[in-house]
């Protein structure tokens, strides 16, 4: 399902504990600009003894916006919930009420084969209580994926799964610092997330087995200040999008912008892939150089990266 403009459409996806106080009034007044989607946290970021406070300090949350926005305009990002478990979709759905209309969809942490089903399940139940579509983004950071020995079996087997609802889900996430704390992994600014080689492989594992049927963003980048940082952020950027990923998770508004920049699509590209895409088929010649006579096209070998930069022009935009 790569081949529509919404799966490439989340862009940077800031992440927010669900029970700050403030997340109702910075998108009102659209503090974070107008070029991102929401992730609303009930799980890691959450105390355990302070779930039920944070699901109601989220539910007054998404009816303050809800209701504000039938009363003036102003962006109204994409906005996800990360639940805790599958039962709380369908929880959360009824304590929204109608202002379940300005949902996205649901983020579901730690998805493996103990829980992808049930998750599935509640998702198809979301769906048929609803006359909107809720999406699915399903983060790749269990512990059952570390082990060698099992991996693949369980990556394919929790593809086989995903099938069943595949047009529901908008992205496949990775959940980089999850990872990494099973090693004690932590990098600094100037060291990107492949330089930790364990990480890198799993990173390559995903990609090799969903990358041809979803879009899979980069994982988080924690710096946001500090020196270096914004130099780090984009040379990490830069790895993503060499292996295949598409868009980033960013805890700081800082980190928005240089996102949607970074994802810009090159002048050069776009033509590059118009004249892929409107190859005369009927020509003697499959070969040819591309328009700005640098590098070497063919019709067939390259005609699905052309198809995927004009869907990320349609995204982010293009710079000259």
Not at 28 to 51: P, R
Not at 87 to 97: A, K, N, P, T, V
Request: contains cysteine; negative net charge.
């Amino acid at each position: 399902m790569k081949n529509s403009p919404l799966y490439y459409g989340v862009g940077p996806l800031l992440y927010c504990p669900a029970n700050k106080d403030m997340i109702a009034s910075s998108i009102i007044e659209q503090k974070f600009g107008n070029k991102f989607s929401l992730a609303l946290c009930l799980e890691d970021t959450i105390n355990d003894s302070l779930v039920t406070e944070a699901e109601q300090k989220l539910t007054a949350s998404i009816q303050q916006i809800y209701t504000a926005r039938t009363q003036k305009f102003f962006y109204l990002p994409k906005i996800f919930i990360r639940v805790r478990n599958p039962e709380q979709i369908l929880h959360l759905l009824d304590l929204f009420g109608p202002s379940m209309e300005i949902i996205s969809g649901f983020i579901l942490p730690k998805f493996s084969p103990a829980n992808a089903g049930c998750y599935i399940q509640n998702m198809i139940t979301a769906n048929e209580r609803s006359s909107r579509t809720f999406y699915m983004m399903p983060i790749f950071e269990s512990a059952d994926l570390i082990d060698l020995r099992t991996r693949y079996n369980y990556l394919y087997a929790l593809k086989d799964k995903l099938a069943q609802v595949e047009n529901l889900v908008l992205n496949i996430r990775i959940g980089g610092n999850d990872l990494c704390s099973f090693f004690g992994f932590r990098r600094h600014a100037d060291q990107t997330i492949y330089r930790l080689r364990p990480i890198a492989d799993f990173l390559s594992d995903i990609v090799t087995v969903y990358g041809r049927d979803y879009v899979i963003s980069g994982p988080v980048y924690e710096y946001f200040s500090g020196y270096g940082w914004e130099e780090g952020l984009i040379h990490e950027i830069a790895e993503d999008k060499l292996c295949g990923m598409i868009g980033k998770t960013v805890i700081h508004p800082n980190q928005i912008s240089i996102v949607n920049d970074a994802y810009k699509v090159p002048q050069k590209d776009y033509q590059n892939a118009l004249s892929i895409l409107q190859w005369d088929a009927n020509a003697a010649s499959y070969v040819a150089a591309d328009p700005g006579h640098e590098r070497m096209d063919e019709r067939k070998t390259h005609r699905s990266w052309a198809e995927q930069i004009l869907l990320l022009a349609d995204a982010y935009g293009i710079y000259t």
